[in-house]
């Protein structure tokens, strides 16, 4: 039963990964190295969130068997080698003797310590921790960094990109490196911090885990206000559609900038085209280049010089490196281009259904008629017909947008309180820790997997949806539909390797699983055992993993109160601010660029009709013209009107092409 639970979760996380790598990611025109790793990245870090819960399970369990009350328990008893077990043996005998000596004259109570539904062998799970969490390891710190140089490099050899990216990633590996030495000559200053292998194994942990912890709660604090307030705002048409035209007005200010600069781009390409003829030794290079371009311009670019143009200078020479340069440029400009054409059309598709449901809400019959009708298929007709649309986008779907903002919030205050209480042990105060422990001392494995499983989930989805929401310019944006580049995927696979260990420590640490959180000696999870402990530095044992996420609450006030929006906004970054002019002026401009977008399709829509309309009359009249002749082939054409049809059939069948 294990082995199949396990088995369905490993085939879960899978086809969850995939279907979120799809919706971001473009296998068809990206590397599949790229995909690969992206996908390892994403799995790896989403199958850590899933298994967790059967590790807290099973630790409960330990915890039951560890307090049974067994009389005259020994290593020989057992025939114990492992030194693990003799660990544990050891502490069985310490703990059944404070038993022995606290229940003096009393009767022991032998539990009855049933294993989990979901118990596995106690050697898989310390062994997956390790292939999952050094392989996040591996790929956020050294192979990820890597691949983002590479995909960004505009080199054209593959020797030629690694080469760069190493050069690009020296700063970057040469900063941690540093804090890392730093960090190894404090603990080798203090005589007290004996260094060992296993220290210097904590210590490089501790490293990693800070910096994640540190990412984690900025992360997570936006996203427990964000979250609930995205849903609440989703409620309200009104505000949507306002919202939608002020992006729909900045993506329209993006696409043409994307076009001119793609132009320019374009025009470069060009000139060097026309300067490198086809015995230059730098014409391979422009052809990689040229393949990238646009088809109706890769045709007249692909036709090269016989001669040099008599006007060029050396000036103008190009050269290897300032093709490397455009290379880089028209990679960036293409996609660019894309991506915002793709957010330009999302955009009206979103704004014209948010019309329809404000201008359907009065409709005393309860049907959606929508401006633009969606061909569907024959089962999703009956299933969704004009009634039932119109309860959903009209009535129902606002009513549960706010309850599911109302639960999320609960949610979100239980998160913060149990941050800023996890570490109080007597009395118990973290929310989270109370639920698991009830149901561990009840022995309901299964509601204890469940409440686990609902709060690392809670915890990941506002941290993951943070990751997928930040926007670093151009250099960093996930765009759904497909649209997202190579760079933002794998930085996005670095996040999500670097915040997930750290994020299950502190979960960890919220339900009270953590014996040097709460100072009790007890059996840990097989996730902390391998982890280890950050006792080397004192400093972040018992103050930065402690204190730091009481931050969350000064983070989550700002957030509520979108202080850094006002401040983006200040300086120039727009953004969506009520009552501010530049924002009013964006959401009329958005308007009208709907409004114009709307009358373009009603006339290709009406263009449209009126050729199909033509089409039918013409038909219908060859067709009766047809019967005509037949019948004069019978008969006397004795009706002089049908002889004139006949003709006009001809020339309007010979016409038609020619009507806009």
């Not at 402690?546 to 120039?572: K, Q, S």
Request: charged share 20%; proline share 5%; with cysteine.
């Amino acid at each position: 039963m294990a082995a199949l639970v396990l088995g369905l979760e490993l085939i879960l996380v899978f086809l969850l990964t995939l279907l979120v790598l799809n919706e971001y990611g473009n296998w068809r025109t990206q590397h599949p190295i790229v995909t690969v790793a992206v996908f390892v990245a994403w799995y790896f870090s989403f199958l850590i969130i899933f298994i967790i819960p059967m590790d807290v399970s099973a630790t409960l369990y330990q915890q039951c068997l560890n307090a049974t009350v067994i009389p005259n328990i020994t290593e020989e008893h057992f025939n114990i080698s492992d030194p693990l077990l003799v660990n544990v043996s050891r502490a069985i005998q310490n703990v059944t003797a404070y038993e022995a000596k606290e229940t003096e004259g009393l009767v022991p109570v032998v539990q009855e310590c049933e294993p989990p539904w979901s118990y596995v062998d106690p050697h898989v799970l310390p062994t997956l921790w390790r292939v999952l969490y050094w392989t996040c390891q591996f790929l956020s710190w050294l192979l990820l960094p890597l691949m983002q140089s590479y995909a960004l490099a505009g080199e054209f050899s593959v020797g030629g990109k690694l080469l760069a990216s190493l050069k690009r990633n020296a700063i970057y590996y040469g900063t941690y490196l540093l804090v890392f030495g730093v960090l190894l000559i404090y603990v080798a200053a203090k005589p007290e911090l004996h260094l060992s292998w296993s220290r210097l194994y904590t210590l490089i942990v501790t490293a990693s885990n800070t910096w994640g912890l540190f990412l984690l709660i900025l992360l997570l604090g936006h996203g427990l206000v964000d979250i609930p307030r995205g849903f609440w705002r989703a409620s309200s048409l009104s505000f949507q559609l306002a919202y939608t035209q002020f992006k729909l007005a900045k993506v329209a200010t993006e696409k043409a900038e994307a076009d001119e600069e793609l132009d320019d781009v374009l025009g470069e390409v060009k000139k060097a085209a026309d300067y490198i003829d086809a015995r230059h030794s730098l014409r391979p290079c422009l052809e990689l280049i040229i393949s990238k371009c646009p088809g109706e311009i890769r045709e007249k670019l692909s036709e090269a010089p016989k001669t040099r143009p008599p006007s060029s200078t050396t000036a103008t020479v190009p050269t290897q490196a300032s093709l490397v340069m455009l290379h880089k440029r028209l990679i960036s400009a293409i996609h660019r281009k894309f991506r915002t054409s793709s957010s330009w059309l999302a955009l009206l598709e979103d704004g014209f259904e948010l019309e329809d449901c404000i201008r359907n809400q009065p409709n005393g019959d309860r049907t959606f008629r929508p401006t633009f009708p969606v061909a569907r298929g024959q089962l999703h007709s009956m299933i969704c017909t004009p009634r039932i649309e119109w309860f959903w986008k009209c009535l129902a779907r606002q009513w549960i947008l706010k309850a599911v903002a109302v639960i999320i919030v609960i949610f979100a205050v239980m998160v913060v309180w149990s941050e800023c209480t996890f570490f109080v042990v007597e009395p118990v105060l973290s929310l989270f820790a109370i639920f698991v422990t009830l149901a561990g001392y009840h022995r309901e494995y299964f509601n204890v997997e469940l409440a686990s499983f609902f709060i690392i989930a809670f915890l990941s989805i506002c941290t993951y949806r943070t990751v997928f929401k930040i926007r670093f310019f151009n250099y960093y944006h996930f765009a759904p539909r497909h649209q997202t580049d190579e760079n933002s995927l794998i930085f996005g696979g670095t996040l999500l390797c670097r915040l997930t260990p750290p994020m299950c420590l502190n979960f960890l640490s919220l339900i009270h699983m953590d014996s040097h959180i709460i100072k009790t000696r007890t059996a840990e999870t097989a996730f902390t055992r391998i982890m280890g402990h950050l006792d080397v530095l004192p400093i972040i044992s018992e103050g930065f993993n402690i204190y730091f996420p009481m931050l969350i609450l000064v983070l989550c006030l700002a957030t509520y109160f979108r202080l850094g929006t006002r401040i983006l906004n200040f300086f120039g970054f727009q953004q969506f601010v009520d009552n501010d002019d530049l924002s009013v002026d964006l959401v009329n401009e958005g308007r009208e660029l709907m409004q114009r977008e709307r009358r373009k399709r009603l006339r290709a829509e009406d263009t449209k009709n009126r050729r199909e309309q033509l089409m039918e009359l013409v038909n219908n009249t060859s067709n009766f013209g047809r019967v005509s002749r037949f019948s004069r082939r019978e008969h006397a054409c004795r009706l002089p009107i049908q002889c004139s049809l006949i003709v006009t059939s001809g020339s309007l069948t010979g016409n038609i092409n020619s009507f806009p």
